[in-house]
């Protein structure tokens, strides 16, 4: 994984751990908003939950990548692929 990859990862962790304090600190404030916000999260959840399924997939079907130990990955529709 490149630096900058994890570099991005550690940006998007902080910035959700903000998102997420400021929720609780909003919750905390004005307990009107519980419902709503844990609507919210849920929504953000899921989406998180389909995007990670997407990816993951998207990473496993990409050709020409040789999986670890040297043995050939097969692209979505089974064909091998040879290592670039």
Do not use: E, W
Not at 15 to 31: F, K
Not at 64 to 84: I, N, Q, S, Y
Request: contains cysteine.
């Amino acid at each position: 994984m490149s630096t900058l990859a994890v570099l991005v990862g550690l940006l998007l962790i902080l910035v959700i751990a903000m998102v997420v304090g400021a929720l609780a600190y909003a919750v905390y404030r004005r307990p009107v908003l519980t419902q709503p916000v844990l609507v919210a999260l849920t929504a953000v959840g899921s989406l998180v939950a389909i995007v990670g399924t997407i990816v993951t997939v998207g990473a496993r079907c990409r050709p020409g990548k040789a999986h670890a130990g040297g043995v050939f990955r097969r692209d979505f529709l089974g064909a091998a692929t040879v290592p670039g």
